[in-house]
């Protein structure tokens, strides 16, 4: 193992295009429950569909009651080793931008800016209007539905909803033509805790592998690119990454 770690290093190292692309798994170690492994989330929850939402006053209740449950999680979580070991290789000069299929908001919040970091199923510490698209924050909602107010709407007499995407919702086009991009011309593809199973954003190390991208997986379980990548890693990501970042540190 320590032999493909140095290898990643190494070619992290080179200083070419480097790009990482996170799923749930690098938040796992936050104490955020991914979605399908035993005792993810949706062992808990049966999603609300975007229709359903837009459509029903009682599946706006049960959404924002889904997500004022898995919020409480999700505001003590901190970015932890994984998000830390990216952060330093963006310090250092060695990544160029992280692809994420998370929400948590953690990548920014160890330190890389937004710019750098493309979110493709949005955001839940923010609210966004259906209607006329204003922005606001989780906390501001939760404390109206504190208040007695289960499906809060804004001024303007839209439904708001966590800046998330939902099932059937269709994905955000710039964030979704920014990763494809950045896929397409990068030199190094680092996939971490994702099954690579949700679309499109399962399709980037796809377009990485096209472009002759060295790709590499650090991910607990199955993917289907795990014949295709580069160098394959079957562990935790928090010690992983801190090994392949302070390793990188010494090859630069
Ligand atoms: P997933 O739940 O489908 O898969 C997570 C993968 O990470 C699994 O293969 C699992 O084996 C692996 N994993 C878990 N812990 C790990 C660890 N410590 N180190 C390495 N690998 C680990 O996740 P996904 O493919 O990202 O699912 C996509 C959807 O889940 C996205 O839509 C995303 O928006 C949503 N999601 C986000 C969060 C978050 O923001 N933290 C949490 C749950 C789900």
Known sequence: MQDILEAIAKKIAEGGRNIAFTGAGISTESGIPDFRSQGGIWDQYRPVYFDEFMSSRDARVRYWDQKIAMWDGLEKARPNAGHQALAKLYDMGLLEAIITQNIDGLHQESGIP????????????????????ETSTVAEAKQ?????????????GGYLKPDTISFGQAMPQ????????????????????????????????EYARRAGAYLAIVNLSDTPYDNACQALVRE??????QAIADMAEEYR
Do not use: Q, W, Y
């Not at 937004?114 to 698209?133: A, P």
């Not at 710039?174 to 399709?203: I, N, Q, W």
């Open 236 to 241: 935790k990501a928090g010690p992983v990454l």
């Open 114 to 133: 937004g710019d750098k970091v493309i979110e493709l199923h949005g955001n839940t510490r923010r609210v966004r209007c259906m209607t006329c698209g």
């Open 174 to 205: 710039k964030e979704v033509e920014a990763a494809a991009r950045l896929s397409s011309s990068c030199d190094f593809f680092l996939v971490v805790g994702s099954t690579l199973v949700v679309h499109p954003a399962a399709m980037m190390p």
């Open 144 to 156: 109206r539905i504190l208040d007695g107010d289960p499906a809060p709407e804004c001024h303007c």
